[in-house]
Nanobody, 119 residues
């Protein structure tokens, strides 16, 4: 059983910053996962925000480019999302995802952390 736990969400005003963290625990063994952040705003579909793969290559969606940065945490299978210059349209539930391939095939999700940006 693998568990992802997100933290760091909260309420900020436009232009503020937050840092989200995701920690993976459980029966991971020697597997390493691509770590991703998704978000889902009320009434909208879940969308990809940012990801860091096992080789530490990162990518972010265009909507947050230049404002959000993803990086691996202090150990493998952890990830943080630094969010700067937040906008009201960034308001959403943010979910951490760990995805593995091959012998480590997996697709784990956290329960989410809420980010609310007020104008």
């Amino acid at each position: 059983q693998v568990t992802l736990v997100e933290s760091g969400g909260g309420s900020v005003q436009t232009g503020g910053s937050l840092r989200l963290s995701c920690v993976t625990s459980g029966s991971i063994s020697s597997c390493e996962y691509d770590m991703r952040w998704f978000r889902q705003a009320p009434g909208k579909e879940r969308e990809f925000v940012a990801g860091v793969d096992v080789n530490l290559a990162t990518r972010v969606t265009n909507a947050v480019k230049g404002r959000f940065t993803i990086f691996q945490g202090s150990s493998k299978n952890t990830a943080s999302l630094q969010m700067n210059s937040l906008k009201p349209e960034d308001t959403a539930m943010y979910y951490c995802n760990a995805k593995g391939y091959g012998r480590c095939r997996a697709d784990y999700w956290g329960t989410g952390t809420l980010v609310n940006v007020s104008s």
